[in-house]
């Protein structure tokens, strides 16, 4: 097949850093070209995905979420990708842009939660497109948005060496802000007698008032901040953490860093919020938390885990090879329907 992936236009494709949904995009890309697909990627001039790649920006659009551009950024894309068989779009407006173009048979995925707003705008998508969802939380959230697929997130694991956790800290990964729970890992590991690193993403002004006023003043020298790591910088990170913690406050659609964690040995405590119990096996590799007294108890019971057990989790649902099989699968079954949402729900890891 012929398949045009188009990326949101505000980070390269892979991230330099932060980038979730981009490292997605980059997996997907990569996974599908060792099946021997024609791939044809849309994103921003400075990315370095090794598919043949297109662009509208140079550099990734300013400032971040700026609807203007992103409008510009998705007609250039179904412009260029029109000889496509399939257009699989990550962006959130794009597939109304595509169908008013009489793109190609087309899947989106929501990267995010879905909220009375954006069930209208995915709701309008699903008339033109099939809707993958990326957990089956997230799906069961969706309604009315009909769901075609669910497919989880995937790694590349050449990208993910196997760490030996012997760097004698805990590890917090993730954006400043409440809701992923900073405050709350400083918290935890402090009371479990561990020492943490937080690496971290703090861009936008309310991620900074946030450090400021219920991070920063816990601090001292058993917590060390890691600001913007790089990927490898991360990788090390993930690879020599004892444990990680996940102390998530909302239902997290997915949580691409857990399946990091574990693909580099390292378990995960997390609270059984969102997408969090369809990764990871509570007492195999890690633990589903009750709240921070949970928390705290389990970071002794990490002792008990295989290493080796949470790097074959995600050799077994969460590799590149299965996330593009299943993204395969969806779009073989959008041309044999035409470009009409097929009654196919190809699922990633079942529960």
């Known amino acids: 097949m012929r398949i045009g992936i188009i990326a949101p236009p505000w980070l390269p494709v892979p991230p330099c850093g932060y980038g979730g949904t981009e490292l997605v995009v980059h997996t997907l890309a990569k996974g599908l070209l060792e099946r021997g697909h024609d791939v044809q990627l849309f994103t921003v001039g400075t990315s370095t995905c090794p598919v043949p790649r297109q662009h509208l920006f140079d550099r990734p659009a300013q400032p971040l979420g700026d609807v203007v551009a992103e409008a510009a950024h998705v007609l250039a894309a179904y412009e260029n990708l029109a000889d496509c068989d399939v257009v699989h779009d990550h962006t959130v407006i794009g597939a109304l842009v595509g169908a008013a173009m009489g793109a190609p048979p087309g899947a989106v995925t929501n990267h995010g939660p879905y909220t009375p707003l954006s069930r209208r705008i995915f709701a309008a998508v699903a008339r033109h497109a099939a809707v993958v969802a990326i957990s089956h939380d997230q799906a069961r959230s969706a309604p009315p948005v009909p769901v075609t697929a669910v497919i989880h997130h995937g790694l590349d694991l050449a990208d993910y060496p196997s760490g030996a956790g012997d760097g004698d800290y805990l590890l917090f990964v993730g954006r400043m802000s409440p809701e992923k729970g900073a405050h709350r890992a400083l918290r935890i590991a402090r009371r479990a ?95 589903l938390c009750v709240d921070e007294a949970d928390m705290t108890r389990r970071v002794a019971d990490v002792a008990t885990l295989q290493r080796q057990d949470c790097r074959a989790a995600v050799q077994a649902r969460f590799s590149m090879a299965r996330l593009a099989e299943d993204h395969e699968r969806l779009y073989a079954a959008l041309l044999r329907s035409r470009g009409d949402p097929p009654a196919v729900t190809p699922v990633a890891c079942p529960v």
Request: proline share 11%.
């Open 193 to 287: 007698g561990w020492r943490l690193v937080i690496a971290t993403k703090m861009w936008e002004p309310r991620e900074r008032a946030y450090y400021l006023e219920q991070v920063e003043p816990l601090l001292g020298p058993d917590i060390s901040v890691v600001h913007d790591p790089d990927p490898n910088r991360k990788v090390d990170l993930l690879g020599g953490a004892h444990a990680m913690l996940n102390p998530i406050t909302w239902p997290e659609p997915f949580g691409l860093v857990m399946i990091e964690a574990l693909a580099c040995g390292t378990p995960v405590l997390t609270y059984a919020r969102g997408a969090a119990p369809e990764i990871v096996d509570h007492a195999g590799t890690g633990f």
